[in-house]
C-alpha cells in the first residue's frame, strides 16, 4: 500500500512526478462520461511503461477463448471492451527533441482530478537533455454534456530559450488490448483524412463489425492570438495528425486548444459516421473550450446535488466517497439500456469490461437512490433483453428449461470460461432476480412486475427448479456442485447462500404471481400464457421452498457455507503470519480451496439481502463466525461486512471495513490499481455509509433510516432520492435530520418513530433516539 496523493476533498492531487506510480495515476485519474473515457495518459508522448487506454462503452470484441482443456459448454470467446482511437494525443518537440516526461528532468509537477467539476489538470516544468526548459500546463474533460465530445487545453512557455516548438495533435487508431487472448489487434482501418487544421479516422473491428470514427479540430494561439501556422498533414496506417510549426520567444505562450468528437457505428448508421462526427466536433469547437467547460462544470454541479455525500471531521474519508461516487458517474449514466457497468468501468481492461452479477447485488441500490428511477430500471431491462440468450446459455448446458444468465457477458452470451465460475458460479441468477424486489420494494412500481419483470423472475425459478433435486435419504432438495459467491471453494455442495437464494426466488415469483394475478388479471393471464405456465411448476416451486436443505450448525447456531465447511482446520486470519497474505499471490490454489479462508461474503451476503427475515441474534452468530475466517480479498468484500457490522453496532470493526472500501483504490489497497479502478465496489463503498451508518432500508414502501455515527466523524450527510422527493439525511453525535429537498412529502421511519417530511422542510429526530 502506499499513500502518495494529497488528501483534498474535493480533488484527487499529486504533488510530484513519480514513474514508479504512473500506470496506478492513470486508472486512479481517469475520465469518462458514461458513453466513453478513459485513463489519465499523458497527452504528449511518454515512453516510460504506461497502459495507453480510451474506451468506447459497448464496443466490443469477441477475443477467441483461450484455455488449456476445452470443456463442453465453454463459450467461444471472451468479450472485451476495446481499447480504441487515442484521442488526446499532442506530441511536441523542443526543437527537434521530443517532450517526453521519462527522458526529462521534472520539476514542480502536480496532476488534480477536480470531481466538483469533473476536469483532469496537469502542470509541470520539464527541462530536456540540453537544458532547454519549458512549463506546461493542461486541462480535459469528457463532456457530460455532449457525449461524444472530449476537449483539450494544452499551454507551453518556453522558459530559457527561444526557438521552434513542433506541435503534433493526433488520432493513433492503431492501439491494442493489454489483456489481447493472441496478442491480435482488433482494428481495421476503414477511412482516414488527415488536414492543417484536424482531421478524421474510422477504424473497424475485425469481428463484430463496430465502428468507431475520431475527427479532431484544433486552435493555437502564442499570447493570446490564433497563429495560422503552415501545417503538414500526416496520415499512416490507423493514424493522422498534424503537424505544425511555432516559433517562440523565451516567455511566450503557445496555448493549444484540441476538441475531438468519438461517434460509433452503436448510435449512427454506417454511412453517416464521418458526418456525424464532424456535426457535434464544429458544434463543439464553435462553443469553444470555456463554453464547453462552463457546461461541464454546471453538469457536475447538479450530479453531485444528487449523490453528495458530506464528511465533517475528515478530509481522507469525505475524498474517498467522493472519489467513488465521482467514478460511478463517470461510469454509467443510465441513458443507454444496452449499456451496463464494467468492474473497471473505463479505467482499465482486465475483467474485459463486461457486466457481471456486481450491477444488481451492488450498483443498482446506488443507482437506485442517487438518481431518477429510470437508471436503475435501465439496468434491469439491460437483463430482460438478454432472457433468450440466457435461456439458449441453460439449454447449452443441458438444462430442459428455465433461464441461466452469464456470469459474464456483454451481449447477454456467456463469455467466462473458467468451469467452476462459467457452470458453477450460478448464484449469480439469484442476484438478478433480488434486483427485481430491490427496484420494486424501491420504487413502488409494482408495474414493473407485469412489464418485464415476472418472466425473468419465472425463467430463473424454472432453472433453480431442474438445478436442485431430491435427495431421498435427507427428504430435501440439494444443490450439488456450486461455487458461491466465495471463490475460494468451487464445486460445494450445498453452498447456504445459493440454496437460500434459490428458494427466496422461487417465493418471490409466486409472491410476484399472485399480486398479477390480483391486481393486473388481464396481464397475468397473458404472462401465464406466455411463459406457459403449469400449476404442476409452482406447486413443485412450492415443495421447494418448503424443503430444501439448509446447512446449519445447532451448536455453533450458524449456517453452514456448505456441506463440509466445519470439516475443515478453522484458523482466523489474525493468527496467520503476514508474509501469507494476500492469499492469492502467496498460497498456492489448491492450499486456497482446502483451506477456510473465505474471499468475501457469502454467507453474509444472505444476511444481507435477506436481512428482514434474520433476527440480530442469528446476522451476530454467523458474522462472528465467518468474518474472521475472511480475507476480503475481493474488492467486494469490505462493503458488506461493514454494513453488517454497523447493524450488529461492532463500530470498529465497521469503520475499518468502511476505510478499506472506500480508499481501495486511492491507496492501492490491493496492490493492482494500475489494472484499473474497483468501479463496482465503489457502489458498495457508497452502501457503506448509506446503508451501514445511516441503515437505510425500506420495509412495506417505508423509507426507515437508524442512523449511527462510526465514531471518527463531527458529522457526515447523504443524499437519497425516494419516490419523487430527494432527501438530505443529515448525521451528527446528537441529532438526525432530514430536510426535503423537493416539495414532494415523504414518510419515513427513524430507528422506530414516523415522522412526514413535507416539501422544502426539515424534521430532526430525537436526539435520545440515536443508538448504537
Ligand atoms: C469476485 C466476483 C466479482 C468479480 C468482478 C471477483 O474477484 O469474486 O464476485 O463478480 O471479481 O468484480
Not at 441513458?335 to 450491477?359: A, V
Not at 438444462?399 to 441461466?404: E, M, Q, R, T
Not at 412489464?451 to 436442485?468: A, M, T
Request: glycine residues 8%; aromatic residues 12%; contains cysteine.
Amino acid at each position: 500500500m502506499k499513500q502518495y496523493l494529497t488528501i483534498d476533498e474535493w480533488s484527487i492531487i499529486e504533488e510530484s512526478f513519480d514513474p514508479q506510480t504512473q500506470e496506478i495515476s492513470e486508472s486512479v485519474f481517469s475520465l469518462g462520461n458514461g458513453f466513453m473515457g478513459g485513463r489519465a495518459n499523458f497527452e504528449e508522448q511518454y515512453s516510460g511503461s504506461s497502459l495507453q487506454g480510451s474506451y468506447m462503452a459497448g464496443v466490443y470484441y469477441p477475443d477467441k477463448t483461450r484455455v488449456g482443456w476445452w470443456k463442453n459448454g465453454y463459450p467461444e470467446y471472451f468479450a472485451k471492451v476495446l481499447n480504441s482511437t487515442n484521442w488526446i494525443g499532442i506530441n511536441i518537440d523542443i526543437e527537434g527533441i521530443p517532450l517526453d516526461l521519462a527522458k526529462c528532468t521534472v520539476s514542480d509537477f502536480r496532476r488534480v482530478l477536480n470531481m466538483k467539476e469533473g476536469t483532469l489538470s496537469r502542470c509541470f516544468t520539464a527541462t530536456l537533455e540540453d537544458g532547454k526548459e519549458v512549463k506546461v500546463e493542461s486541462i480535459r474533460f469528457v463532456s457530460m454534456t455532449r457525449q461524444e465530445i472530449g476537449a483539450i487545453r494544452y499551454s507551453i512557455i518556453p522558459v530559457n530559450f527561444s526557438g521552434k516548438i513542433t506541435i503534433t495533435p493526433y488520432l493513433d487508431g492503431d492501439v491494442k488490448n493489454k489483456d489481447s487472448n493472441y496478442d491480435e489487434k482488433f482494428w481495421n482501418e476503414v477511412e482516414k483524412q488527415a488536414g492543417t487544421e484536424g482531421g478524421h479516422l474510422t477504424l473497424k473491428t475485425k469481428k463484430l463489425d463496430f465502428h468507431v470514427t475520431s475527427a479532431m479540430a484544433f486552435d493555437i494561439l502564442v499570447n493570446g492570438e490564433k497563429v495560422n501556422a503552415d501545417a503538414e498533414a500526416i496520415e499512416q496506417e490507423k493514424y493522422v495528425a498534424s503537424k505544425m510549426n511555432v516559433s517562440v520567444q523565451s516567455g511566450d505562450q503557445i496555448v493549444v486548444y484540441k476538441y475531438v468528437a468519438n461517434v460509433t457505428s452503436r448510435n449512427h448508421g454506417l454511412g453517416q459516421l464521418v458526418d456525424a462526427a464532424q456535426t457535434a466536433l464544429q458544434a463543439a469547437k464553435e462553443a469553444g473550450f470555456v463554453t464547453l467547460l462552463t457546461e461541464q462544470i454546471e453538469a457536475w454541479r447538479e450530479k453531485w446535488k444528487e449523490s453528495d455525500i458530506i464528511i465533517e471531521g475528515d478530509v481522507s474519508a469525505q475524498q474517498a466517497i467522493r472519489f467513488n461516487i465521482f467514478q460511478l458517474n463517470q461510469t454509467y449514466n443510465g441513458e443507454d439500456d444496452r449499456l451496463n457497468i464494467g468492474p473497471k468501468g473505463f479505467t482499465g481492461e482486465k475483467y474485459g469490461g463486461s457486466t457481471y452479477w456486481d450491477t444488481e447485488a451492488y450498483c443498482v441500490p446506488f443507482y437506485l437512490s442517487t438518481a431518477d428511477s429510470s437508471i436503475a430500471r435501465n439496468l434491469l431491462i439491460y437483463r430482460y433483453k438478454h432472457l433468450e440468450k440466457a435461456k439458449e446459455n441453460a439449454r447449452k448446458l443441458g438444462f430442459a428449461k428455465g433461464a441461466l444468465y452469464p456470469m459474464v457477458t456483454m451481449n447477454g452470451e456467456e463469455c467466462h470460461n473458467e468451469w467452476e465460475i462459467t457452470f458453477e458460479e450460478i448464484h449469480r441468477n439469484g442476484a438478478i432476480a433480488y434486483a427485481i424486489y430491490n427496484y420494486v420494494n424501491y420504487t413502488g412500481d409494482k408495474a414493473y412486475l407485469g412489464q418485464y419483470g415476472l418472466e425473468v423472475l419465472v425463467e430463473i425459478s424454472r432453472f433453480w427448479e431442474e438445478r436442485v433435486h431430491y435427495a431421498n435419504r435427507k427428504d430435501k432438495y440439494v444443490m450439488l456442485g456450486v461455487t458461491g459467491p466465495n471463490e475460494y471453494e468451487n464445486n460445494v455442495n450445498n453452498n447456504w447462500y445459493t440454496n437460500r437464494m434459490a428458494s427466496w426466488t422461487m417465493e418471490y415469483t409466486l409472491e410476484a404471481l399472485d399480486y398479477l394475478k390480483k391486481n393486473e388479471s388481464t396481464r397475468y393471464a397473458e404472462l401465464v400464457d406466455k411463459l406457459g405456465l403449469q400449476e404442476s411448476e409452482t406447486a413443485k416451486w412450492n415443495d421447494i421452498i418448503a424443503k430444501i436443505y439448509y446447512p446449519a450448525d445447532e451448536e455453533l447456531g450458524i449456517f453452514l457455507q456448505q456441506d463440509g465447511f466445519l470439516d475443515k482446520e478453522i484458523i482466523q486470519v489474525k493468527d496467520l503470519a503476514a508474509e501469507n497474505l494476500p492469499l492469492n499471490q502467496k498460497w498456492s490454489w489448491d492450499r486456497i480451496l482446502r483451506s477456510c479462508f473465505i474471499k468475501q461474503a457469502d454467507v453474509l451476503q444472505g444476511l444481507y439481502f435477506l436481512g428482514d427475515r434474520y433476527d440480530l441474534d442469528t446476522k451476530k452468530r454467523n458474522f462472528d463466525f465467518y468474518e474472521p475466517i475472511t480475507v476480503h480479498e475481493s474488492s467486494l468484500s469490505p462493503c458488506i461486512h461493514s454494513i453488517l457490522a454497523s447493524e450488529l453496532g461492532y463500530k470498529d470493526k465497521a469503520y475499518e471495513m468502511y476505510l478499506r472500501t472506500s480508499r481501495l483504490d486511492l491507496d492501492n489497497y490491493n496492490n493492482d490499481t494500475e489494472d484499473g479502478l474497483h468501479s463496482t465496489s465503489m457502489a458498495g463503498t457508497w452502501m457503506s455509509i448509506v446503508h451501514g451508518f445511516g441503515g437505510l432500508r425500506v420495509h412495506d414502501g417505508r423509507l426507515t433510516l437508524s442512523p449511527s455515527n462510526p465514531g471518527h466523524w463531527t458529522a457526515y450527510s447523504f443524499k437519497i432520492m425516494f419516490r419523487g422527493s430527494r432527501l438530505k439525511v443529515s448525521v451528527s453525535d446528537a441529532q438526525v435530520t432530514v430536510t426535503n429537498e423537493t416539495d414532494i412529502p415523504a414518510s419515513i421511519t427513524i430507528y422506530d418513530k414516523e415522522y412526514t417530511v413535507n416539501g422544502l422542510s426539515s424534521i430532526t429526530a430525537d436526539s435520545n433516539s440515536i443508538t448504537v
